[in-house]
């Protein structure tokens, strides 16, 4: 089990960037691929990014692919989201997600186990 708290939410003109902060509870923190997600008013939970244990691997959804990068610091229990050159429609709110077990990334939200309680971002134009 590991609880998920995140952080660095908030509202950012178009263009600008933020960090998202995932904290973790667990001390098998570097054992979960971690992913983040984000839903929009009206519109279905979307992937966005996903990293695995020690960072090596990464795989980022094509409307944040050279914009978003994730990262991870498994000394911190964190994971990161850096989101540069935002856009009106990042604007969701963005969770982020934990899968035990197997060190594959995955973009599919069904395959996470755990999730974080979410955090607003908006992009004003």
């Known amino acids: 089990q590991v609880q998920l708290v995140e952080s660095g939410g908030g509202l950012v003109q178009a263009g600008g960037s933020l960090r998202l902060s995932c904290a973790g509870s667990?001390?098998?923190?570097?054992?979960?691929?971690m992913g983040w997600f984000r839903q929009a008013p009206g519109k279905a939970r979307e992937f966005v990014a996903t990293?695995?244990?020690?960072?090596?691997?990464?795989y980022y959804a094509d409307s944040v692919k050279g914009r978003f990068t994730i990262s991870r610091d498994n000394a911190k229990n964190t994971a990161y989201l850096q989101m540069n050159s935002l856009k009106p429609e990042d604007t969701a709110v963005y969770y982020c997600?934990?899968?035990?077990?197997?060190?594959?990334?995955?973009?599919?939200?069904?395959?996470?186990?755990?999730w974080g309680q979410g955090t607003q971002i908006t992009v004003s134009s």
């Open positions: 667990g001390r098998t923190f570097r054992n979960y691929v």
């Open positions: 997600a934990a899968r035990g077990g197997i060190n594959s990334i995955s973009p599919h939200s069904y395959e996470y186990n755990y």
């Open positions: 990293i695995s244990w020690s960072g090596g691997n990464t």
